[in-house]
Each structure stands twice: as C-alpha cells, then as structure tokens.
C-alpha cells in the first residue's frame, strides 16, 4: 500500500468537486480528486441554474462551458393543463446572471474535469473510497480501492466530500437522517427528439403539471436528446403495472401537451427509477472534513437547485479550508453551516407550498402580479440568500398568505 500526502482530498469529481479543486488549485495548494466512475458517465441534474454560473466564473471554469455549445437556458416554463407561467430570468428582482445551461450531464461534468486535467489537476478515476481514519486534530488517511481491489491510502489536512448521492462520509460516519421532504420518487430516461417542434417551443425546459403532486419534466439538449421524467408520490409511482419502461410509457399518456411528441419514441436507456429520493444529514462538517452538494443534502427535482446548491457549498467550503490553512480563524458553523441551510430552508418552503398547491395557485393566478412574479423568478435562479427579495426574507410566510388570499378572491 502506497500513501500520498495532499492538503485536500476531494471525493467526487462532478460540478462540486470540480468548483472546489479548481479554486483551491488555483491557490496552489497540494490536492487530488478521488472518483469512482470513469468519465464520461451518466447522472442526473441536468437542468442549472444562473446562480452556479457565478461559481463557474469565479474558479475559471465558464470558458471551457460556454466553447461546448450547451443548450441554453433563458428561464423555465410551467403548465397545468390550459395554463401557462413562463419565468424569463432576465426579468428577476436580484442582479446577476439572466441564463445558464441545460445539459447532459455525462458531456458535461467531462467538460469541467478535462479542463482541469489541463491545468494538471490530480483526478484519480475509478477508485473508491473504502474507509477514512481522522485522527483528533482532523487529519485523516482514507483508504482506496481501484477496480483490480487493490488499496492504497491518501492523507490529507482535510477532505471535501462531493461525493453526490454516494454520500460517502455521511455513510461512513453515520451522518444520514431522515429527510423532512415528502416521500417522492422519480422515474425518468433519455429519447431522441424526432419530432421537436422549431424554435422556443422545441428547446424550452418545462414543467408539466399532471396534478397537484405529479409532474413531469422536459429537458431538451442541444444534441437532439432530450430529458424526459416523471415525479411523484412513490405509492402513486408504484401503482403502474409492468416494468420501469411500461410504466414510463404509461404515465407519458397523462401529459396533453407532450404525448403525441414523445409517443413512440424509443428510449435510450431502460428508464431509472428513483424512490424516495430527498436525503439529508445531522451536520454538513466536522473537524477534517465538510459536506457539499448531494452528499449533503437533497430536496426535490422540482425547482432543478441540486447543481446550485452543489457549486455554492464546494465554492464557500473551499473558501473556508483555504483560510483555514493559513491559519486565519473560521466558524464553521456560522460561515457555512447556516449560510448553506439558509439557502436549502428557502427552497425546503418552496418545495413544501409547491406540493401543498399553494405555489401553483401563486404561479397560474391571472391576471399575474409582474413584481410578485420577478421576486420568485429570483428564487428559481437560484438567489436564495438575497434577503431584500420578500420571497427570499419571508418565505415561510409569504407563499402561503399570497396563497390565502387567492383563495378569498376566487370564492
């Protein structure tokens, strides 16, 4: 067994390893990235928001994104039978970034990771992470295991696990904990778009809303293929006969809007299907090591936050631990711990009024209320620490009164 010797050992190389190695790369500290697939692989997450192209931008990431020629995304769109909501992020309350990207997440996350091979970046593939040993003062030695099973080891002054829904520390230390989400699953694959229709209408990310709890998504690419799934309850998920094809292929016929373009079509791949997919954990850090991402935290498909709240943890995290090693003092739990479960508590309530119907009645009232709608816009961009938006500041109440109110006027 052979050992390494590093500042930071990154488990993950996806969005958020690759933010936090390439920040902290560029701080010419010592590191390696530890993966366990070989790129390009699939997952899921494909549609971003405005606010990760800020951490992008800030780590040197964003020129090798925008050469690839990613579908571009301006906004979102919602329906519910005969009505519509287009969210245009170019008409929101807070400044920043008005697009971002729909991808495949396989084209990329290789991207990002062969950009950082470039600049000789340490990424070790196709190894696990079999265990970690922390002493008391946060160093820790984690063990490897290559596709032949055979070990080595890495110590490291700290580890960033970005490890996504492989949630490796929070495996092996016992983090894990119920999540406060409702219990939905997903079931979802790729088809080639024969029959996109031309212009806006054929590239729009959409959301379309079968009833208050099950909705399904459409993710078109810009290489013809596009991302299409479903969620729901898992009982009500469960409830369709046959195997995962037959059973995407049936809930297919529940959405007016799309069926007849998406009828017939083969999938790409056998459907994956995804039952209770919300995670959380008892705390994002430790002494040696902190949490980002998925690895941290997951809520729910419906307003596409994963890869934000990925990129803005790894980011912020490796901010912190490279303070941290020039000896400069950091409250972990102020700096990052509530700054992150600010963000996740905001789209923790939106998650929550949009499967009580509350946000829905928000989003489908007319005629529409244009400041109302440009503060959510800002949410659904992803800002969801600028408190002078209303539905940033007092979003535990502010759903749910607009919502009343709706009420009262159509009775």
């Given amino acids: 067994m052979s050992d390494v010797h590093v500042d930071v050992l990154i488990i993950g190389a996806g969005p958020s390893g690759c933010v936090a190695a390439s920040y902290l790369h560029n701080k010419n500290l010592k590191i390696k990235v530890v993966e366990k697939n070989r790129f390009p692989r699939f997952v899921i997450g494909e549609s971003l928001l405005p606010r990760s192209m800020h951490h992008f931008e800030e780590v040197g990431l964003i020129d090798c994104l925008k050469e690839y020629g990613f579908e571009r995304k301006s906004g979102a769109r919602f329906i519910k039978g005969e009505d519509k909501c287009d969210f245009d992020f170019s008409n929101k309350h807070t400044d920043g970034w008005d697009w971002t990207w729909q991808v495949p997440r396989a084209d990329f996350d290789n991207v990002l990771a062969n950009e950082l091979i470039k600049r000789n970046v340490d990424i070790l593939f196709e190894h696990t992470v079999i265990d970690i040993i922390f002493s008391p003062d946060g160093t820790s030695e984690t063990i490897i295991e290559n596709t032949n099973k055979e070990t080595s080891s890495i110590k490291a002054k700290y580890i960033i696990d970005s490890s996504g829904f492989g949630r490796v520390i929070p495996r092996l230390l016992d983090l894990e904990k119920p999540s406060e989400a409702p219990n939905h699953s997903s079931i979802f694959t790729h088809v080639k778009d024969i029959k996109r229709p031309p212009g806006r209408e054929g590239t729009i990310i959409t959301f379309d809303v079968i009833d208050t709890q099950t909705w399904l998504w459409v993710i078109p690419f810009s290489n013809g293929v596009t991302s299409i799934g479903y969620v729901g309850p898992t009982e009500y998920l469960d409830s369709f006969k046959g195997d995962k094809t037959e059973k995407l292929t049936q809930l297919l016929k529940l959405s007016d809007h799309y069926y007849e373009r998406f009828r017939d079509l083969d999938f790409s791949f056998e459907p994956i299907h995804i039952k209770n997919y919300s995670k959380s954990v008892k705390q994002l850090y430790g002494k040696g090591y902190v949490l980002t991402g998925n690895s941290a935290e997951f809520l729910d498909p419906v307003f596409s936050s994963g890869v934000a709240f990925a990129t803005e943890s790894a980011l912020l995290a490796a901010k912190l631990i490279h303070r941290e090693l020039n000896n400069s003092p950091v409250d972990w739990e102020d700096e990052y711990s509530n700054h992150i479960k600010k963000g996740v508590n905001v789209f923790s309530t939106y998650v929550k009024e949009w ?41 535990d109440k502010i759903i749910k009164n607009l919502a009343h109110l709706i009420r009262l006027e159509k009775a």
Avoid: M
């Avoid at 119907?357 to 009232?365: A, I, K, S």
């Avoid at 007319?366 to 002078?388: F, H, M, R």
């Fill in 355 to 395: 499967y009580t119907g509350n946000l829905q009645d928000l989003f489908f009232h007319q005629p529409e209320n244009k400041e109302i709608k440009k503060q959510i816009c800002s949410v659904l961009a992803g800002y969801v620490w600028d408190e002078t938006n209303p539905f940033v500041k007092k979003h």
